[in-house]
């Protein structure tokens, strides 16, 4: 299929959007999936969620055919998501695998992300151009210092300072770049005790250094390898995100992820900032897709699991199982069960699993109802 004949990506269709499948087949579907394939990066960031799973090896990967075969047996696949580590470090892994998988998902018509840190040299990126739809890359450093501290701080032997400030420099330059190209480079920025006092400079460099077409906003919850940063109350959450919005460029996409407040909530303040956020011109609030369309696999291992950073246990092996049959018995496990819920009257699907954890560990949201409309 030509690209040209796509979609484009925009706060009105977002592929990697879980209500698509409620809109277009009535019910959830599998149409989403990630693939972990690498678990090498040369940087260890204090906020990286999978942080724990890095080597400084890659094991030897499952054929690529079998991968391609399981992506063959979804009819509903839109869009196919590229994480590690850092894909772009092992050129063996970007021209066995990585090239390859995008490739195939630009040929079906499926939408295309990487998750990289941008900060390897532009022609690595070259190979990936003319199959790629967005870049998904995290920026949460309000200075260079930031980045220097916290972008190495669970290293053992770091690169000399300059050095990293080197990284820096062509992470801001690559951007600019790839956005020149037509990417969608998309910078997600966690809401954490370290942001907080810097959000405006960040977005400012998003957009104006960087270019970046859209800005992600996610609350940082606790994950194995991140535990240590601070996350931010419901309170100091809620400010944030209103300090955001009074700030930022009403011309770039801003999109919000995994919040933790809903249009079933019983505080005014919550409904009053859903409100805004919904009434805000190229504001989008995503559900969460995992869980609800799409699925993670390690090209290593053949493990499929929900999230490449939860704790649930694996739901079956490519080796043995299609992703289809790992995706259902997924939607019949009593945690499923307890997070997956559809309110039509906002279009919302519900908590994810650290969502739950975090603030509302004893609410059963299937037995609530909205309190406001869209």
Not at 35 to 53: D, I, K, P, Q, S
Not at 84 to 97: D, T
Request: charged share 25%.
């Amino acid at each position: 299929m030509n690209s040209v004949t796509l979609q484009p990506i925009t706060p009105n269709y977002d592929p990697w959007e879980a209500y698509l499948d409620i809109e277009q087949y009535g019910k959830l579907q599998l149409t989403n999936v990630e693939f972990t394939t690498t678990t090498l990066c040369n940087m260890r960031c204090e906020h990286c969620a999978v942080g724990y799973t890095l080597q400084t090896k890659d094991p030897k990967a499952l054929p690529l055919d079998l991968l391609i075969q399981r992506l063959e047996e979804i009819p509903h696949l839109r869009s196919l998501s590229i994480t590690g580590g850092e894909p772009m470090l092992s050129l063996k892994s970007v021209n066995e695998y990585v090239v390859p998988l995008l490739k195939y998902a630009h040929e079906r018509g499926v939408r295309t992300q990487i998750n990289s840190n941008l900060t390897l040299e532009l022609e690595r990126y070259e190979k990936i151009i003319p199959y790629l739809d967005v870049l998904h890359i995290s920026h949460n450093w309000g200075t260079v210092e930031d980045f220097v501290e916290g972008g190495f701080a669970m290293m053992e032997r770091k690169p000399t300072i300059a050095q990293r400030e080197k990284y820096f420099e062509r992470m801001i330059e690559n951007a600019k770049a790839l956005a020149k190209m037509g990417v969608i480079v998309s910078a997600e920025t966690m809401l954490n005790k370290r942001t907080l006092p810097h959000l405006e400079k960040i977005h400012r460099q998003i957009v104006d250094e960087m270019h970046c077409k859209r800005h992600e906003v996610h609350p940082m919850y606790p994950s194995d390898f991140a535990s240590a940063l601070e996350t931010l109350s419901l309170d100091e959450l809620r400010e944030a995100i209103h300090h955001l919005l009074d700030i930022r460029d009403e011309n770039v996409w801003m999109l919000f992820g995994t919040l933790p407040f809903y249009p079933c909530s019983d505080k005014e303040e919550d409904l009053a900032l859903l409100k805004r956020l919904y009434s805000s011109k190229n504001v989008t609030v995503r559900n969460d897709p995992d869980g609800r369309s799409r699925l993670n696999v390690n090209i290593f291992t053949g493990d499929i699991i929900v999230t490449d950073f939860g704790d649930e246990p694996t739901l079956g092996n490519i080796q043995h199982n299609t992703l289809l049959e790992a995706y259902e018995k997924w939607m019949n496990s009593s945690l499923a069960k307890q997070l997956n819920c559809h309110c039509p009257a906002v279009q919302c699907l519900g908590p994810n699993v650290l969502v739950k954890n975090s603030y509302y560990r004893h609410v059963d949201f299937t037995v609530r109802k909205a309190n406001m409309t869209k």
